[in-house]
């Protein structure tokens, strides 16, 4: 099974309120990505966990947290969200092998108002 | 920094017809090159992907792409798409290093493929 889940597929949030989104893999990936993906953008990492150290990108170190509660399980967390953080947002999971492949949930969806 | 360029931002064919997508990479090592699909409310998923070897290599579902160091480039092609191949196509790099298996994605590439 290459699947990797991510729940809620839709999320409406407001502005200034916390938003937190959940993905689940099975395959005893020792890694797993979120990326933010908006329209007629490409895909941008946001962050990664390997095992249990967090890596995040240095331009979007103070808008996302995470967690990894076990290997399974990894979350993004937006503490206030704001406009800008309508999006896509794409979990992905992989061993960290260099040219493994990323194996990736179908998205949650988020809309801030 | 490295970075992928998918210069068409959107492509339309008619079935049955040749298709290519372009990807360019700009990074002075050869890095891991890989293809991924997305199909409408569905995650990204893997066509192929390439290191080394052969400059052509074989996909999923017929496409193949070919690796041109000279270029920098790593296209897409199929020999006869159908109807269901309509979808956003995404090229994408990882180097090797510290951020061992972290993708740098092109912005996507929009098929569609009418009857």
């Known amino acids: 099974d290459t699947t990797v889940k991510q729940n809620p597929r839709y999320k409406l949030a407001r502005v200034g309120k916390p938003v937190n989104l959940i993905c689940s893999q099975t395959?005893?990936?020792?890694?797993m990505y979120w990326y933010q993906k908006k329209p007629n953008q490409a895909p941008k990492l946001l962050l990664f966990?390997?095992?249990?150290?967090?890596?995040r990108e240095a331009d979007t170190f103070e808008k996302f947290q995470s967690s990894r509660p076990n290997n399974s399980f990894c979350s993004l967390y937006i503490g206030s969200a704001g406009l800008e953080y309508s999006a896509m947002y794409l979990c992905?999971?992989?061993?960290?092998?260099?040219?493994?492949?990323?194996?990736f949930g179908p998205g949650t969806r988020l809309l801030v108002l | 920094a490295q970075s992928v360029t998918q210069p068409d931002a959107r492509v339309t064919v008619s079935e049955g017809a040749s298709l290519q997508l372009r990807c360019k990479y700009s990074?002075?090592?050869?890095?891991?090159l890989f293809w991924y699909v997305q199909y409408p409310r569905q995650g990204l998923q893997l066509l192929l992907k390439?290191?080394?070897?052969?400059?052509v290599v074989q996909g999923v579902n017929g496409f193949e792409a070919e690796f041109s160091k000279s270029n920098s480039s790593f296209h897409l092609r199929k020999a006869s798409v159908h109807w269901s191949d309509s979808a956003v196509y995404f090229c994408?790099?990882?180097?090797?290093?510290?951020?061992?298996?972290?993708?740098?994605f092109g912005h996507g590439t929009i098929l569609r493929v009418h009857p």
């Open positions: 992905a999971s992989s061993r960290r092998d260099w040219g493994n492949t990323q194996y």
């Open positions: 395959m005893n990936h020792d890694t």
């Open positions: 966990y390997y095992d249990k150290i967090l890596n």
């Open positions: 990074y002075s090592a050869t890095p891991y």
């Open positions: 390439y290191y080394s070897g052969d400059p």
């Open positions: 994408a790099v990882s180097m090797l290093g510290a951020n061992t298996g972290k993708l740098t």
